[in-house]
């Protein structure tokens, strides 16, 4: 009986289904009175709006930290002498689930222009549906992809059809190596200002699954 290991893996890639906007509130200054109140006004205006577009159904929820307050220091330059100042910064950050990429890109435009706010980065997924239903679909084809391969082995040398003993997702084979959570999964998004307003240019979410399995012959 010789023993075969191998590794299965299955991939796809599908539309983005969803989005989240990631803002971030930043106001700096040496007032920290005035910093504060800045920060809280657009906190207070974009929690508003993230509000106005769940109940419009453009939006599904949104998250949010409280504004904070710190301190920073940077380099001056007046009357012929660099010196240090102090200033306040206040800063919160906010999330919000859109599922109406139109509406999506006309607000980051908006909001984008208004003093101390700044869109991070915008992140795509998927709805929990189209998830769960791919990765069952990714599991048994990387587990299909692995028996394939043992098969591919044993039959090089001139072994029976092996039967399969041990299936492991990735990062849990005892005495392996740690690996990512299954499925693997990569988002990307890219957002840029295409001369006539802010272009949201969503990729396909991509899910892998890997897997390694023993099998005898």
Same mark, same amino acid.
Do not use: C, K
């Given at each position: 009986?010789?023993?075969?290991?191998?590794?299965?893996?299955?991939?796809?890639?599908?539309?983005?289904?969803?989005?989240?906007?990631?803002?971030?509130?930043?106001?700096?200054?040496?007032?920290?009175?005035?910093?504060?109140?800045?920060?809280?006004?657009?906190?207070?205006? %974009?929690?508003?709006? *993230?509000?106005?577009?769940?109940?419009?159904? #453009? !939006? @599904?929820?949104?998250? &949010?930290?409280?504004? $904070? +307050?710190?301190?920073?220091?940077?380099?001056?330059?007046?009357?012929?002498?660099?010196?240090?100042?102090?200033?306040?910064?206040?800063?919160?950050?906010?999330?919000?689930?859109?599922?109406?990429?139109?509406?999506?890109?006309?607000?980051?435009?908006?909001?984008?222009?208004?003093?101390?706010?700044?869109?991070?980065?915008?992140?795509?997924?998927?709805?929990?549906?189209?998830?769960?239903?791919?990765?069952?679909? %990714?599991?048994?084809? *990387?587990?299909?992809?692995?028996?394939?391969? #043992? !098969? @591919?082995?044993?039959? &090089?040398?001139?072994? $029976? +059809?092996?039967?399969?003993?041990?299936?492991?997702?990735?990062?849990?084979?005892?005495?392996?190596?740690?690996?990512?959570?299954?499925?693997?999964?990569?988002?990307?998004?890219?957002?840029?200002?295409?001369?006539?307003?802010?272009?949201?240019?969503?990729?396909?979410?991509?899910?892998?699954?890997?897997?390694?399995?023993?099998?005898?012959?």
């Amino acid at each position: 009986m010789v023993l075969i290991a191998v590794t299965g893996e299955a991939s796809t890639s599908l539309a983005a289904e969803r989005a989240t906007a990631h803002l971030r509130v930043e106001a700096t200054g040496a007032d920290r009175a005035d910093v504060v109140a800045r920060a809280a006004h657009r906190h207070a205006e %974009l929690l508003d709006q *993230a509000r106005t577009h769940v109940a419009s159904g #453009a !939006a @599904t929820g949104w998250e &949010a930290q409280d504004v $904070t +307050t710190g301190t920073v220091h940077e380099w001056v330059e007046g009357d012929g002498d660099r010196h240090r100042q102090r200033l306040f910064r206040a800063t919160a950050n906010v999330r919000v689930h859109v599922v109406d990429v139109a509406v999506l890109g006309s607000w980051l435009l908006e909001v984008g222009a208004q003093e101390d706010v700044a869109v991070d980065h915008v992140s795509w997924d998927l709805t929990e549906v189209t998830r769960t239903a791919a990765v069952e679909n %990714l599991r048994v084809r *990387a587990v299909r992809d692995a028996v394939a391969r #043992a !098969a @591919t082995y044993a039959g &090089a040398l001139g072994l $029976t +059809t092996p039967r399969l003993t041990a299936v492991y997702e990735d990062g849990l084979r005892p005495g392996g190596p740690g690996g990512g959570p299954v499925p693997m999964m990569a988002m990307r998004a890219v957002a840029h200002d295409g001369g006539g307003g802010l272009e949201l240019q969503p990729q396909d979410v991509e899910l892998t699954v890997t897997v390694s399995a023993d099998l005898e012959a």
